[in-house]
């Protein structure tokens, strides 16, 4: 025994090691899914540059890269404007709707925010242990004065700013710079100017407006200093301040040029642009720096001299001597945060429809598949990598896709706005089919809104058998209802030949006895007034309309209104159904009749009913989830309580990007849950993973267990009904995990390293025995070490 602990217990430790790559994710615990392409601002202090982004801020550096985001402690993730003051504290300024102003501590990893209720920081500027930044608060604008206090070691808010002189209006303090004693402020208004040595910023008279008399609208988008001089950028010039008049600098090719910002290195002036960066001439005037014309957010250069850029939709780049180039340095993410279509997991891969593509995220990362803009395909063969962009692009539509659905037939469909619906092979991407108006298979929507051409697919769903319907939400030759069978073959349900009302078709669902259940909006405007919520037995015969069953329900019927956002089916045959100004639930009868529908639905739940519920989904425990436009989640949970008390998940109560949720999606074998907002993807690991009846995949980590801790050992891979007795290595009880409790939860044990007594256990090798009603046994060794 002597010779076993110490072998077994290095065994254990080395296996680990090998195997870190893979992460753990454990019940409760939040991630983020969200785009780092989408670059604001840029920085530097020593040798890391920082890139505020609209998916939180990434920091580069010699030994890596890591994010910051709402999980690390930033009050949002979407950061409009940066910067750094000479202690390497990064000063983020937030995008609405969460205008605080965030401050991360580049030295120690701190974080703390100002919150003074502002919708936006729209630009900001530090000298000293001051801060200036432009904001924005409903309909005022203004600048805030934060102050760095020495008895807290932190920057507390002072003053606000608001009072200007007449005769400028502007919405938005675009650009913000402290040059020797003076404050500048570049607006859409002109330019402003104020002593901040002593004069109060609050009197409209100690404010100058700089008019330029340059004939040009005053539209200030950046501000800036060359060769000691000041510089501002408007609508079509550059302007430069030469004693007390000015002059110009060097007109824009392109005319459409929006300059983005000034930035200067040791030997240059730099001018970021939307048609990319530009170097100043000597006496004035501006050259292309690079060939590569891309939309460029800001710049900025390391303590080792090498410039950055943040492309604004691209994300960083570094530039490259060598080659006089720029080399992205983009990390793994989607192409952007509108992330509204997310379709069912398959084999742990989701796909995600946006406004300019989609995208497939696994458990290796991101791949995006991309409109392409000038007609050619482009095939990225690269495996995935976390530090890396992928995407191909495709002569897809540009178009927004308002459903995905991944088939078990391995194909992928998504529902375009107003471009039909596309068929997409993941194993053949370039071989996609797109089915709209000019094939015929769909039909355009003229004479409800809409062209011949411009078809609406509002959802895609697949029965049990495998047959593919579709929404075609519009239809003017009133086919609203299209089913690809198995077999490859289309069939149609049109209102004059069949039961279908004349209505939107915006949602469908099944139940498990093959019914096919169809919410409908109601819209007079556009001649489809009729909504509510259909049903359709079909008897199983596509090509038969003689023996189909047609029942429907509307607000004369008892719901709260006949515009229905959407419907699920739960695993008790209950239909949920989300309608403008509450949710019913459904017994589903058996007899479809109008009457037996009548009779089976409830009233509406008061919990949902506060908030307008866009989307529901059931998942693998029968847990209702609501996806609401202004409440978070609500869930409702199979016995019947609410999930957190009623409140589900906020983001005053989670790390939720948004209160505002697109759509909602299982993982059923881990239990993840896929929040879609227009901020990302929150990812939630619940416990609701589908049953096991196994305890062949059970693992514990992490390992070693160092205690005390302040997150428990896990013990994973748990069937149902299961109990765990941990022993230490004679074989005696040390604590006894029992089913049902907080203990154990889903597929998952937890373990604090305590005995039944509450006491710490000692260094040593311990073991889990884990069983079940159905008497399946398994064991794992822990190795846990006292500090």
């Known amino acids: 025994m002597p010779k076993f602990f110490p072998i077994v217990f290095i065994s254990l430790f080395l296996r680990f090691s090998e195997s870190t790559a893979q992460i753990n994710y454990r019940v409760d615990e939040w991630r983020v899914e969200t785009s780092k392409l989408i670059v604001r601002a840029m920085n530097s202090f020593g040798d890391e540059i920082f890139a505020g982004t609209s998916g939180g801020l990434v920091i580069y550096s010699p030994t890596g890269t890591k994010t910051i985001t709402v999980l690390d402690g930033l009050s949002s993730l979407d950061i409009l404007s940066m910067a750094v003051d000479e202690t390497g504290i990064v000063i983020l300024g937030m995008n609405a709707p969460t205008g605080n102003i965030d401050f991360y501590s580049s030295t120690d990893g701190s974080i703390y925010s100002i919150d003074e209720n502002l919708t936006k920081i729209t630009s900001i500027t530090v000298v000293g242990d001051s801060i200036y930044a432009g904001f924005i608060a409903l309909d005022q604008i203004g600048v805030l004065l934060v102050t760095f206090d020495g008895n807290s070691g932190r920057y507390q808010f002072r003053d606000s700013f608001q009072n200007f002189p007449e005769g400028i209006s502007f919405s938005e303090v675009r650009a913000i710079s402290v040059i020797q004693d003076s404050i500048y402020l570049g607006t859409d208004g002109g330019l402003l100017s104020a002593s901040i040595l002593g004069d109060n910023l609050k009197d409209p008279a100690n404010w100058v407006h700089l008019k330029l008399n340059t004939g040009e609208e005053e539209f200030v988008n950046a501000i800036g200093l060359t060769e000691g001089k000041l510089i501002v950028a408007l609508k079509r010039g550059v302007f430069r301040r030469d004693e007390a008049s000015w002059v110009q600098d060097g007109t824009y090719s392109p005319l459409s040029l929006v300059v983005r910002a000034f930035y200067n290195t040791s030997d240059a002036t730099l001018m970021a642009t939307n048609v990319g960066i530009y170097k100043r001439d000597v006496g004035g005037g501006w050259t292309l720096f690079t060939s590569r014309r891309v939309d460029t957010a800001d710049l900025a250069e390391n303590s080792a001299g090498i410039l950055w850029a943040g492309y604004s939709i691209n994300g960083p780049a570094e530039y490259d001597e060598a080659s006089s180039q720029f080399v992205s340095r983009a990390l793994n993410s989607p192409f952007n945060n509108i992330l509204s279509a997310i379709s069912n997991v398959i084999d742990s891969t989701m796909w995600i429809g946006s406004n ?96 011949s051409h411009f078809v609406v697919i509002r959802d895609i769903a697949e029965d049990n058998s495998g047959n593919i319907w579709i929404a075609n939400a519009f239809a003017q030759d009133d086919k609203h209802l299209a089913v690809i069978d198995t077999f490859n073959q289309w069939h149609y349900f049109q209102k004059s030949s069949t039961g279908l009302i004349n209505g939107v078709l915006g949602a469908i669902t099944h139940d498990s006895r093959g019914n096919v259940w169809l919410g409908m909006q109601a819209d007079s405007e556009i001649l489809l007034p009729e909504g509510g919520l259909q049903v359709l037995n079909y008897s199983g015969t596509l090509s038969d309309k003689s023996d189909d069953i047609w029942a429907r329900l509307t607000k004369v019927d008892g719901l709260e209104s006949n515009y229905v956002n959407d419907i699920a089916v739960d695993g008790d045959d209950v239909l949920w159904i989300a309608v403008v100004g509450g949710v019913h639930r459904l017994v589903i009868p058996q007899e479809l009749t109008r009457e037996s529908l009548r009779a089976n639905l409830s009233g509406i739940i008061p919990i949902v009913s506060d908030h307008d519920v866009r989307k529901l989904e059931v998942d693998s425990r029968n847990n209702k989830w609501f996806a ?47 929040i879609a907002t227009l901020k990302g993807i929150s990812i939630l690991r619940t416990e609701y993973s589908e049953p096991l009846f196994t305890l062949e995949k059970v693992k514990t980590y992490p390992s070693p267990f160092i205690i005390p801790a302040n997150s428990d050992l896990v013990i994973d891979g748990l069937a149902d009904n299961t109990g765990v007795k941990i022993l230490d290595i004679n074989g005696d009880l040390i604590r006894n995990l029992t089913s049902g409790s907080r203990e154990i939860r889903g597929s998952q044990g937890f373990w604090d390293g305590r005995d039944d007594d509450g006491r710490i256990v000692p260094s040593g090798i311990y073991i889990a025995f884990i069983y079940t009603s159905l008497e399946l046994k398994a064991t794992a060794k822990i190795a846990v070490i006292r500090r």
Not at 406 to 432: I, K
Not at 630 to 658: I, M, Q, R
Not at 666 to 674: E, I, L, M
């Open 628 to 674: 609401t436009e202004t409440g978070g989640v609500k869930v409702l949970l199979n016995d019947n309580t609410w999930l957190n008390g009623n409140e589900g998940f906020t983001v005053d109560n989670s790390p939720l990007l948004s209160n505002s949720i697109e759509s909602i999606a299982f993982n059923p074998k881990n239990g993840d849950a896929f």
């Open 356 to 451: 300019k593509g989609f995208s497939k995220l696994s458990p290796d990362g991101w791949k995006s598949y991309l409109h392409s803009t000038d007609g050619e395909t482009r095939l990225n063969d690269s495996e995935i990598e976390l530090d890396r962009y992928i995407a191909d692009t495709l002569t897809i539509p540009r178009s927004g896709i308002h459903v995905s659905l991944a088939a078990s037939n391995g194909l992928v469909y998504f529902g375009y706005g107003g471009r039909g619906m596309l068929e997409f092979d993941p194993e053949s991407p370039a071989d996609f089919t797109l089915y709209d108006a000019s094939n015929g298979f769909l039909s355009g929507s003229e004479g409800h809104g809409g062209a």
